[in-house]
């Protein structure tokens, strides 16, 4: 099977732009978490999605957002990006009452 | 809340020697606990995790960590280090139950290097 998987892998982009990360979680995890990783930190929980709600939010601003879709995959937006917001961002995924499995993240990088 | 306290940023050894790595938990229900290894340029994987079954728990490549209440610790420990070992490692926790394993909080990282 396949594991989670996220794209892009590495993205690029300038102060003030807006992104979009994207998850596909293992086939039959309903439930859908994503998490910064700053470099030398471990990481920090964002959000938590089961069955197109939201379950849980960390404590990051508004300008972070997520959905989940009916087929349980997930985007991240992030809007009016900051330097600070460079990082590694996670996705992990879930069934009921069990464990995560990460994805490899997407690296993103801001100029 | 809850946090995690992982004592030691890194961590070496040589090939053979045992591996401790400690980790520390606050938490003001019962907790979920975890260590995940992360390799460069990879995202995290699961090594063991402690639900409130036994309190010694085994997990993969020949890890495994004892939980202690008393002490809210839950240290890794592996007898015999290997070189692939070397990586850094994340112990984690989460509330109980249900959906809460998405909603963990990491400590900060431990570094592995083993050395020949």
């Known amino acids: 099977d396949a594991g989670v998987t996220q794209s892009p892998t590495h993205l690029i982009k300038t102060r003030g732009q807006q992104v979009t990360l994207r998850c596909s979680p293992i086939s039959g995890h309903k439930s859908v978490s994503w998490y910064q990783q700053v470099l030398g930190q471990g990481p920090q929980f964002i959000f938590q999605?089961?069955?197109?709600?939201?379950?849980g939010r960390g404590n990051f601003p508004d300008r972070f957002s997520a959905r989940q879709f009916p087929n349980y995959s997930s985007e991240l937006n992030v809007n009016a990006l900051l330097l600070g917001d460079s990082a590694l961002y996670l996705c992990a995924s879930s069934p009921q009452d069990q464990p995560q499995h990460f994805g490899d993240g997407t690296r993103l990088s801001i100029l | 809340a809850q946090s995690v306290t992982q004592l030691g940023s890194h961590v070496s050894v040589s090939e053979g020697a045992l591996v401790l790595l400690r980790c520390n938990y606050s938490s003001s229900v019962p907790p979920y606990l975890f260590w995940y290894v992360q390799y460069p340029n990879q995202g995290l994987q699961l090594l063991l995790k402690?639900?409130?079954?036994?309190?010694l728990v085994k997990g993969i490549n020949g890890f495994e960590a004892e939980f202690k209440k008393s002490e809210t610790s839950f240290h890794l420990t592996k007898p015999s280090a290997h070189m692939s070992d070397a990586a850094e490692y994340f112990c984690?926790?989460?509330?109980?139950?249900?959906?809460?394993?998405?909603?963990?909080?990491f400590g900060q990282g431990t570094i592995l290097t083993v050395h020949p």
């Open positions: 999605y089961y069955e197109k709600e939201e379950r």
């Open positions: 402690y639900t409130s079954a036994a309190t």
């Open positions: 984690a926790v989460s509330q109980a139950g249900g959906t809460s394993y998405g909603k963990l909080t």
